[in-house]
């Protein structure tokens, strides 16, 4: 599997990497992993199947990473939220004064 590390850091969506060891991990991942580019998570285990041996370890992983996003998606959506209503905000009271000298006194 050629660039398969590459591959795996340049997709723009959040990740996690589940193994047994950190000695598996290669120059890129190593690398990526220390600039957050995703989750690691350890489940030690000297074998390849550590999904099948240690599958409640590994389910509790992926559960807690599945909720961090969630929680950190709807955080977003707040915060995207609370912009929008201080744009709308904003906007009011920044033609408020322009309203009021345009229905003041020689106003049509």
Do not use: N, Y
Request: proline share 7%; hydrophobic share 40%.
């Amino acid at each position: 599997f050629e660039d398969l590390s590459s591959i795996f850091v340049a997709a723009p969506l959040p990740k996690m990497m589940i193994t047994g060891s950190l000695d598996r991990l290669d120059a890129a991942l190593e690398a990526s992993h220390m600039m957050g580019s995703f989750k690691l998570e350890v489940v030690p285990h000297p074998g390849h199947q550590v999904h099948e041996d240690r599958s409640p370890e590994v389910a509790r992983a992926v559960i807690d990473f599945l909720c961090g996003v969630q929680r950190q998606r709807l955080a977003f959506e707040k915060l995207q939220l609370q912009q929008q209503q201080r744009g709308k905000l904003d906007g009011v009271s920044s033609d408020a004064p322009k309203r009021a000298r345009q229905s003041g006194p020689g106003a049509p």
